[in-house]
Each structure stands twice: as structure tokens, then as C-alpha cells.
């Protein structure tokens, strides 16, 4: 076996060198493999009986730290492998002819070793997405938002000192001022005689949802606390269709009566509303509430993609892709230099942060400049920076390995330069103005202040970090090909 | 023969040291081999520094009859240097891995690999190393993997820097007819300049020597040429002859005599024969001896 895949990477090595160089026919298998078990370790949970979140967690969290290992394991080695075989130091070196091929290997190949330990979660993704009915849920989730509040109500006083008076009046809830100062903030459910009408402090969605679209986004349905008033004929309606909805959730109603537990539910309230005491009881007619509770996290958290989930998130993907662009820009810098002008590059990366951050430091100690112009000296602070390490570069008069370390550090620090010209203009058109006439007066001001300018931020530092290949590779090539200057 | 590399007026300052090493023209022919000797720190690694592209200096440089300047693609041209410098660069996995995977880049087709390989290797009497790693062969079979490796990529200059330090005798003069071998076996144009300290084996298989001091070109043309008008230069040591005073003996004679070391140098105008004839006349007993009438040692002592 060892012999035949012995003789199956000579043939590789003849027939395909620049492959077998880059290793991508050893760990794109092995890694792939690596991926595959731990996908599969994830579609092998046991989802019979739809287990808590907490178990899903508990279950998948401890795959991804067990794939921890793993990963680091085969992104070191791959590491060496590429200095033993592709770096500057020995003869096979491909950065310099192949720059795009190498560096689009390492992204491929530490993508999927840094996605190796969310990719278990996927597998359980896949395996509870077949077992869920989505569609079903989302109807089921507006019946039982509104259904909940009449089965269980938790326990609902709880004291509120004056001080904090300005917090609960923002809260939109029923404030008593007891003789001592104290406040007390009650979330009720009762019956107003006049209209006939049922009040009631209630969750419009399911806090498990919390802000989060569920499935179909065209729903838009956020968790939001507030007051409800329905009539009591609505409220036994909402009664019946979570009696026949909730078992679906192991929510199993003790009593099916739904008069009497609307009467018990006013009882309840009366008897405990206008006291102080903490621990007055949760008024409860759901069998297994937490079983109930933490199925619809389940559900929720499949159909979200949330939690342990989320390597099923396209979304997480598209910014996690920085942490493989960051190590294969680094390993595509240690092949393409010698080892040791890289180490003095890391010594300007780390004296160039300390230098803004004293800078800054200094600024605020002092007040050298105007207040609210912070955001103007670090532009400029930065613009300054880039142009010195511009200029040392291309120096002729300097030590050539100082230019190295400049040349280096500046490849590392492009895409966080770029990130971070974008984040100061945007907070450099931070609107002034706050009060009630906030959204008209910051109109013409909030122009950056939106996901898409902040992914427009990450793509264009996607694009750096590829630019900067290609302008590197060159600079490298003069700095390291082209006779030296000693 | 065609000229592979010609550079005129080459000038290069170390400013720190004030070191300068200047050559006022050097050019290696096709089929040549040029030895560059000297004594210690006197700019013969430099030299090849310099042709092999490693470091800048001042002058109108050529390789391969095209002009180098600052538009010179030097990666491309950096493929038809051979460069092996005094401390080799370690290689790591087998050594046949490593011949494999330059000759695949080189473009030989898988099917030939193996071929080539095996012609280069009993060439330079590698074949049952080859499965080693680079920590299980000597020093000089390092170099001559270094050699095979380099010489699979067909370089038109080959430029060695001290290749022969650190070799034994045998390894040495092995490693020299290899070359000599190699310019008569390629059939394109290479050249090969090497340095070292080991005169005498240079000497027997350059065909240009260039003899540095102090940065400045001394002595740049065959060995032929060496010869001073009439004047012949010997190195010889005698057993030790109880109660006589050599050096005035050989003052007596009227040869101008150097103590190099353990030598006497002669220097007379008197041929090897007659020479010899009279130290033999004279009972003495030649422990050792050797004609520098055209060896570049002889500027070693000026």
C-alpha cells in the first residue's frame, strides 16, 4: 500500500512537478477526507426524538474543538512542506513564476483546513434541515407567538429603584410607585371589564427567533415585547390553534379546556399582580415547557443556520474566507523572502502599531488638536505611513534589508491600511446631529452607514490583499533576483 | 568559439570596507574553463558574485550576446546560470526527488525522466546515492548532486565558487575531469568559471586563468602565456642535508632564492632539465618539486 502510493507521487512529481510541489495531491485528499469524517460525525447524530439546543450544541461544539487539533496540525504541516519544497531558500520555488497558482493553493487549501471545524456542523445541519418541515413551522410559529403568552406567563413583578425610572418609562410598561420609592414593573395579562377586552404583555414573536428572520424573509418576523389587547373570543381561538399546534414541539397542554385556563390565567394575575414579592409562581399549563422551549430553538436555529449551524451560513463563508486570504498571504510572503528579513518585517508590523497607538495616546493625553478631529489625524497619520513606507522601499540609499522588512510589512498591513481608510470615512460622516429630528437631519450624512458599504470595504480588501500579489511578486523579484546592491 | 559572458570596466565598491574589485575586461568562451585564484579576501568571491547576478557592480555586462541592463528580465536569465556558491543551500526529501522535480520543471517529459537521470548520474558516479537523503552523503558528493541538479536545467555558465574546498584529493581531481568531461560532452555552448585555492588542479584543467590582489587583476589569459621572457620559477624542498647551508648554496649558484613555507622558490633561467641535473649533481635530494614557470602561484610571492 505505502509502496503503491510511493510510486503513484513519483509519477505525480514527473508528470505534474508544480502540483507536487504545492502538495495539493496529498492534502487536498487528506483534507478532504478530514472534512468528509467530520461531516460525517456531525450527520450521525441521533435527531429521533429532536433534541434540545443545548444537546445540539453540546454535541457539535465538541466536534469543533476537537477538530481544532486537526487543523492546526495540517496547516502547520502544509506550512512546512511549502518551505522545505516552494520557498526561496531551496531550488523548487514556485511564488515567483506561478505567483496566482501558489497563492490560490494555499487559499484552497487553508480554506478547508480553517472550515474543517464547522464543517460537522453542516452535516448536522443537513441532517436536521430533512428532518424539520420548515415551511410547517413558519405557519406553526405565528400560532404559537400568539398562543404562548395564555399557557405560561413567568413570573411577572419584579422592584425597579428610582433611579432607574428613565429606563423603565422607555419600556412602554405599567409602572406602580410603591410609597418607598421603589417601582415596580408588572407584566400582565388581564381582562379589561369595559371593552371585554383581553390586555396582555406579550411577545409578538417567539423570543427564541430573536432577531432573526425565519425562513421565508418576506415574513419579517422579529421578536418584539409589547402590548397586546384582544378579545376574549381571539384569545380562545389563539388557545385552540396551539393546543393542536404545540405538540408538534413536545408543548403538551396538562389541560385542553381552554375557558378554564383562561379563567385560571386571571386568577393568577389577580392574586399575584400588585405584589412585591419576587418569587410569585410562573402560571404554567404546558407539560414540558423546557423540552417545548428548547425544540423551537432547535427549529429555529436549523432555520436560521445559527449557532452551530452557522458553517451552513453563506454569509459567515464569505467573511471567514479573511482568516485562509491572511495565512496564505503570510505563507506566500515567507516563500517568496528569506526567513529572516521576514522577521524584521514583523518587527515593523508591530513597531508601526505601537507607533499610531501612542500617537493617539499622546493626542488624547495632551489635546494637541480640536476635539472630534481624531478621525482626520489617523487619516492623515496613516496616509503619512504609507507614503514613509513607500519611500523606504524604494530607497536606494538604505540597507537593502530594511527595505526588505518595509517591503514586507507593508503587503502584510495592505489589507487591514485599506479596511481601515474605509472605517475612518465612514466615521468621518457620522451624522453630529441626535434628537427627534435624527433620520431627516442625518440624511445627507450617512451615506457608509449600511452592510453593503462595509462588504463593498471587505471585497475591496479582498482584491488588495490578490493586487497585492502581483504587485509584490514584482517588487520581490527586483529585491531578491536582480543582482543586490551590497 | 562563441562568447557566453563578456564584462567591460566592471567596478564595484564596498563603501563600509573600501574594499573596490576592478577588472577591466573579462570574457568566457564556449567550451572554456576559467579558474579565478587569489588569496583570501582579495575578490574572488565577488567576482562571481557578480556573473553569476547575485550582486550589482558598475560596467557593460553581456550574457550570452545580449546586454544586461536594468530592463533584463533576470529570471529568465538567471535559468541559464548555473550557480553554486561556497555554502550549498540544503536540499530536503531524497535526492532523486529532488533531480525528478527540477527535471520535470525543466520540461522533460515524464517518459524520459527516468533516462536522463540515469545518463547524469553514472556521469558523475552518483547512481547508488541516490535514494539518500541530503544528511546521509559527504561534502562532495553534495556538490555533485548540486552539479547534476544544476545541470539538468542545461546552463550555458556555470559559475563555482570554491567547489573544491572541503573535497579530498581524489574527490577533487574526480570533480575536475567531471567538468572537463562535461564541456566536451554538452553539444551547446557552455562555460565554466570556478574559484579556488587548490592551484595546482586548476591549473590542469583551466584553459584561462584569472589570477586577483587587493581587487585588481594581475594576470587574465591561458597559462601558456605566464611565462616571463626566459625566466623559470621553481618550488622544491630538499632533505635535510646535515652541516650544509642551502640558501647560500643556491646564491652561489646565482638563482634567486624565496623561502615560501617549507619551498625554496628558484627562481633562474636555467630549463627543468639542466636544473635539475645540477641539484642532482650537487647531491641533493628532491623531497619535492614543482614548475611554476606557468602557474599564476608564482605572482602569489610579488
Redesign the interface.
Known sequence: MLQRFKNWDVRISKSYPKIWILGVHIYLPILTIMALTFYAFGWAYNITNMPPMREVNDYGYGLLQFAILPMLLAGIMYFIRQIKFNSLRVHHHLPYKNPYLSFITFVIVFFIITATPFIAGVGMHHKFSKQIDERQFIEDLSILNKGYSHFYQKEFTGVVYAASVSMVSDSDLEVVQSPEGKQTIVETYRLDKATGNLILYREIAHREVDGNYIGDTSLQCYARYGWDTISVAQAHQEMHDFIDAAPRYYGEIKDKDVQKIFMQHLLHVAKYRDTEDYNSPDFNQIGDRNRFESTLGTYSAVITKDDVFIGSSLGFWLYYIIFSLSVSTILFIVCSVRIIDFGWSMLVVALTGMFVMIANGLLTVFRWLPSNTEIQFNLILITVLVVIFMLLIGAKWLKSSISKAFTIALQLLLPATVFAYFGLFDNLHDCPYRGENWAEQCKDFEYFTNTDYYLMAYGICVLASLFGVYVFNRIYIRQYVHPKQQ | MTEIFKVENLKKK?NRSGFQLSVDQLSLLAGSITGVVGENGNGKTTLL??IA?????NGQFHYFGIEANSHTN??EL?NNIGFIPQRI?????TLE??L??????EGIS?GN?DGELDKLLDFLGLQEYRKLNWTEISTGYRLRFELA?ILIGNPRLLVLDEPLANLDINTQQKFLSDLKKLLAKKDYPLAVILSSQQLHEIESVADQMLFIKKGEVLYNGNLANIALDEEHVYELQLNDREGHDTEAYFDSMGYKVCIVGPYYQITTKQSVSIFLKTLSDNDMEIKYFRNLSNSTKRFFNN
Open positions: 564596498f558574485d557578480i547576478g547575485e550582486t550589482k557592480a533576470w529570471l538567471k543551500p540544503r536540499w530536503y526529501g526527488q529532488n525528478v522535480i527540477k527535471a520535470a520543471l515524464a525522466i541538479r
